[in-house]
Each structure stands twice: as structure tokens, then as C-alpha cells.
């Protein structure tokens, strides 16, 4: 009987530890309520037709593995909520090709709605000058567009140019967009990782830092100079490193070859419709126990339109942490 009764107490003992971590790694994984986590997103048409409504009740957010969560708001970026930064952000390594786009830049400047803030910026050794900060004088930034230096012994990467601006951009409510007009190439080497071994990992963070802040990446070709500009590898793996941080970021990737394109008004009237077709969508968002990306996908029912963002979005900590 004493056996039986020490037996018994040991398994309830065991019982009772085993309850315990299932209930403490149900609070760490399954945090009782959402957080409001915001995504700006892109309304394509699939054809020539005209963009469709849709409403909030028609945007489907996934979450995680099919976790379906509820849309709070979605708001067309128009009126009161139009606001919009736009940075020009331009490779100062790009060849006097070049130079024939200045005036369609200074033209898709001027035409800007008075709701958006636009700053003029050059890439040069891994950082940013930046020429003209945000402001609504959209011809003084305009003005501010400049041709290249195409300097060939400038150490560019434009991907920790991207960042630099990037992370010392102030948050607002407003959207936040960058074009940016590069070839691609990382012409500084660490010896880490050469770009000629696939993704350039300079990409993968400015990728995750475009997440982070919500800034879209519209990415332009553009020529530059200097002997990697003639290695049909590092000239296409830089296209293909372009696209891959536009795409991740909500945004898309515009090339011709690798050749200088005759104009860039097709790509930036593409941007404009962009801009135009814009929500702002908040959802409530399954939190951790720390605040980071997550993975999110869009769908809709609606026929005839793609929903465009980001890869992934900030999720706050669960109770703010």
C-alpha cells in the first residue's frame, strides 16, 4: 500500500509538470490578443481593363501557416490619406546615358500631387548625398536632379545605400516610397561573399530594413560605368539582386536588357499608376514575445486585380514589449 501510494504521488507530481509547460508554451506561442500591424498595398488590374472595388470585407490577410486575420481598416490613399514621401534616389556611378532621362525625371517630379513630399539623393561609396530633403516645392526638387559623376573607381553598393537612407528616415503615417535608379552592381568588395555567388546578402538586409520601415522599392535600369559594367554577369545578377528587393519590398523592377533604355517615361508612368492605386491596410496581427517581420500574404476574390505588397510586415511585440 505505501508503494502504491508513493507511485501515485509521483505520477501526479509528473502530471503536474507536464500541464505546467504545456500551458507556459501555449502563453509563448498563442498570445491571447492581436496587435494592429499596417501594410501599404497595390491595386493591378490583370489585363487593360479598368482597376475593380475592393472593399475591405473583400481583402482576405493570411498570416503564419493559413491564419486567417481580420482586416481592421482599409483605406484608399486619397484625400486626407494621400500623404506620401518619396525619395529620388539615384547611382552616382551610372553612365552620361543617363542624362537623357534628367528631364522625364524632372517632369514625373513636377506632376506629383501637392499631398507628396519628395527628397533628391546619390548613391557614392556605400552611403548618400543627399541633395534636396523632403519638401513640397516639387520644382526645387526638380532642380535638384543632377547629372552622374560616373566616376569608375567609386566603391558603390547601392543596396547599403539604400539602407543608410532608409534607416535614418523619420516614422509617419504617411506612405513611403523610394525610386531608385541603379545598375545593381556592388562594386566594393568585402571577401565575403562575392556578388558572382547568387544573392548579395547586402540585398537580404535591405530587403528586411524596406519590410521593417514599409518602404516600397521601385527599381529603374540604368547603365553605369567601368569594367563591371561589361561583364554580362555581374551586369544581369545585378538586374536580378534589383528585383528581388523591389519584389520584397512591394515594389517592381523595370529593365531592358542591359542596354541604356531610350526612356524612362514608360517605367514612370508604370510608378504613377502605382502611386495611384494605393491602400493602406491595417490588420490584427498575431504578436511573439518579441517585435519582428512576419510573413503575410494578400488574396481577394474580386476578378480582373492583384493585391501588390510587401513580403512581410512588423509585428509589435505581444503587450508592447
Known amino acids: 500500500m505505501t508503494n502504491y501510494r508513493i507511485k501515485t504521488s509521483i505520477l501526479v507530481v509528473l502530471a503536474a509538470i507536464v500541464i505546467g509547460a504545456l500551458t507556459l508554451q501555449a502563453q509563448e506561442t498563442t498570445p491571447a490578443a492581436t496587435v494592429p500591424a499596417r501594410l501599404t498595398v497595390t491595386l493591378s488590374a490583370t489585363g487593360d481593363a479598368p482597376i475593380p472595388t475592393v472593399n475591405s470585407d473583400d481583402v482576405m490577410v493570411t498570416q503564419g501557416r493559413n491564419n486567417r486575420r481580420k482586416v481592421i481598416s482599409w483605406d484608399a490613399a486619397r484625400g486626407d490619406r494621400a500623404g506620401l514621401e518619396l525619395f529620388i534616389l539615384i547611382d552616382d556611378n551610372l553612365a552620361s546615358s543617363f542624362g537623357s532621362q534628367l528631364n522625364e525625371l524632372r517632369n514625373f517630379v513636377n506632376a506629383q500631387p501637392a499631398s507628396t513630399v519628395i527628397g533628391v539623393a546619390y548613391m557614392r561609396n556605400a552611403n548618400i548625398q543627399i541633395v534636396q530633403n523632403f519638401t513640397a516645392d ?56 562575392p556578388q558572382n555567388v547568387g544573392t548579395h546578402p547586402d540585398v537580404n538586409s535591405a530587403s528586411s530594413v524596406a519590410q521593417r520601415t514599409g518602404t516600397i522599392i521601385q527599381a529603374i535600369y540604368s547603365p553605369g560605368v ?43 508612368d508604370s510608378i504613377q499608376r502605382t502611386l495611384e492605386n494605393q491602400y493602406v491596410l491595417v490588420f490584427g496581427a498575431s504578436p511573439n514575445r518579441r517585435a519582428g517581420l512576419q510573413n503575410v500574404d494578400l488574396s481577394t476574390e474580386v476578378p480582373g486585380v492583384e493585391l501588390m505588397s510587401a513580403r512581410g510586415v512588423w509585428v509589435p511585440a505581444a503587450g508592447g514589449q
Open 226 to 268: 567601368g569594367h563591371f559594367q561589361r561583364n554580362f554577369w555581374e551586369g544581369t545578377n545585378g538586374q536580378n539582386n534589383m528585383s528581388r528587393l523591389a519584389e520584397e519590398s512591394g515594389g517592381e523592377s523595370y529593365f531592358l536588357g542591359l542596354q541604356a533604355p531610350v526612356s524612362f517615361r514608360p517605367w514612370l
Open 138 to 193: 516639387h520644382a526645387l526638387a526638380a532642380n535638384a536632379i543632377r547629372l552622374t559623376r560616373g566616376n569608375a573607381g567609386t566603391m558603390g553598393n547601392p543596396y547599403r545605400s539604400v539602407m543608410a537612407l532608409m534607416n535614418g528616415w523619420p516614422q509617419t503615417k504617411n506612405r513611403r516610397g523610394v525610386i531608385m535608379i541603379t545598375d545593381g552592381i556592388v562594386r566594393i568588395r568585402t571577401g565575403m561573399n
